[in-house]
C-alpha cells in the first residue's frame, strides 16, 4: 500500500512541476529541478540528475545512458540576438536556440553551466563550478570557467568493457 501511494504522490508531483515525458527506465530526477520545456528534453537510461537542476529547454536537451549530475546544474539552450541585424538594444526579442546534447556515461559536478550548443562527449568527467561553452571531447576530465581539458580518462579500455556490459552505477545502485 505504502509503494502505492508513493507512486501516486509521484505522479501528482511530476505532472505538477511539468516534468519531461520522454523519460527513460531506472531514471532518477531530483523533486526541485525544473524544466522550461520539457517537451524537448530526453532522459535515457539510468540517468541521475540532482538537486535544483535548472534546464531552460528552449531547444532540445538529451541525456545519455548512465549520465550522473551533481546538485544545482544549469543548462542554457538559448540566448538573445546582441549582434545579427538587431531592431533593439541592449539585445533583440528574437533567441538563438541550439541543442545540448550530455553523450552516456558522463559525470558532472556540483553547479556546473552548460551554455547553448554544447556536446559534452562519452565517458567525460566536469568538475565542480565549471562552466561548458564548447564541446566535449569523449572520455575527458575538464574543469574550470571556461571548461578546459584537464586531462584524459585514464584506462579507457577498461572503460569501454564496462561501458559495452551496460555496467552504469545508477543500474548497480537500483537494481
Not at 538537486?51 to 538573445?80: M, Q
Not at 550548443?117 to 568538475?127: L, T
Amino acid at each position: 500500500m505504502l509503494n502505492f501511494l508513493k507512486r501516486v504522490l509521484n505522479f501528482l508531483f511530476r505532472s505538477k512541476k511539468r516534468y519531461p515525458k520522454n523519460i527513460g527506465k531506472k531514471v532518477i530526477i531530483s523533486k526541485d529541478c525544473t524544466f522550461s520545456h520539457p517537451e524537448n528534453v530526453i532522459i535515457n537510461d539510468y540517468v541521475y540528475i540532482g538537486p535544483r537542476a535548472r534546464v531552460s529547454s528552449f531547444g532540445k536537451v538529451v541525456f545519455g545512458k548512465g549520465v550522473i549530475i551533481g546538485p544545482d546544474l544549469v543548462i542554457h539552450t538559448a540566448n538573445h540576438n546582441y549582434q545579427n541585424d538587431i531592431k533593439t538594444i541592449p539585445y533583440d526579442v528574437g533567441l538563438n536556440i541550439k541543442d545540448v546534447y550530455i553523450d552516456e556515461a558522463v559525470w558532472i559536478g556540483s553547479n556546473v553551466i552548460i551554455l547553448p550548443g554544447v556536446k559534452i562527449g562519452k565517458g567525460s568527467v566536469v568538475a565542480t563550478g565549471s562552466v561548458i561553452t564548447k564541446d566535449v571531447l569523449d572520455y575527458s576530465i575538464i574543469g574550470g570557467n571556461p571548461a578546459k581539458l584537464i586531462k584524459m580518462r585514464d584506462n579507457i579500455e577498461v572503460f569501454n568493457k564496462h561501458f559495452e556490459s551496460e555496467n552504469y552505477y545508477i543500474k548497480q545502485k537500483l537494481d
